[in-house]
């Protein structure tokens, strides 16, 4: 289980509403969300951002308190369902990652992992890892500004609310969960826009 910041994951899920309020159009011009959605291919997500902004409507300041409480209660939950329980029965075997720790990890494991492979999986681990090393498209890399999106629309709008989304990510940094989880396995997040 992977945990990000936040203030991140707020930023990027409301580019990806605005995405969705925008489905309409994006659909128009044959680009479905399921496909932005799963595969994030970048060249179909370029596409769907630069459509998205040219029509893009800010949101209302009461529309995204509305969207960001429901939001954190999701995250809250999750953590309550998903990774407090990881870091209080260990036995579970679940792994909490931070975001940014996401490549190493992986490496770490399928490359703990390839002795038990087949042959061919072997090879495809063997490859992979060849390629990461040398690609730095294929490495993961985190934003390193929670309020820097891939649209210039949605950072702008970010930018206006940035309060917004800083008091949200602090109501759940400052949940008992997070707290719970946060001592349990995780170094704290002082991440801002």
């Keep these: 289980m992977f945990s990000r910041d936040p203030l991140f994951i707020l930023t990027s899920w409301f580019e990806l509403h605005q995405m969705q309020q925008h489905h309409e159009l994006l659909e128009a011009h044959g680009i479905s969300m399921k496909k932005v959605n799963l595969l994030h291919e970048s060249e179909v997500t370029r596409m769907a951002l630069r459509l998205m902004d ?19 209660r999701y995250i809250e939950g999750f953590l ?3 990774a407090y329980p990881a870091v209080e029965n260990p036995d ?16 770490e494991l399928v490359t703990s992992l390839r002795e038990r492979l087949s042959p061919e999986a072997q090879f495809n681990v063997d490859r992979f890892l060849q390629q990461s090393q040398g690609h730095v498209q294929l490495r993961f890399s985190p934003r390193s500004d929670p309020c820097q999106l891939k649209s210039h629309k949605v950072t702008e709008d ?4 940035a ?9 759940i940094t400052a949940s008992s969960e997070y707290q719970a989880v946060l001592a349990g396995a995780l170094a704290p997040f002082d991440e801002g826009c």
């Design 54 to 72: 040219g029509a893009y409507k800010p949101i209302a300041s009461d529309a995204l308190r509305t969207w960001l409480e429901q939001k954190s």
């Design 80 to 82: 309550r369902r998903w």
């Design 92 to 107: 579970l075997g679940w792994h909490l990652v931070h975001y940014e720790g996401i490549s190493a990890y992986l490496t």
């Design 158 to 161: 970010v930018r206006q609310h």
């Design 163 to 171: 309060a917004l989304f800083q008091e949200a990510a602090q109501v």
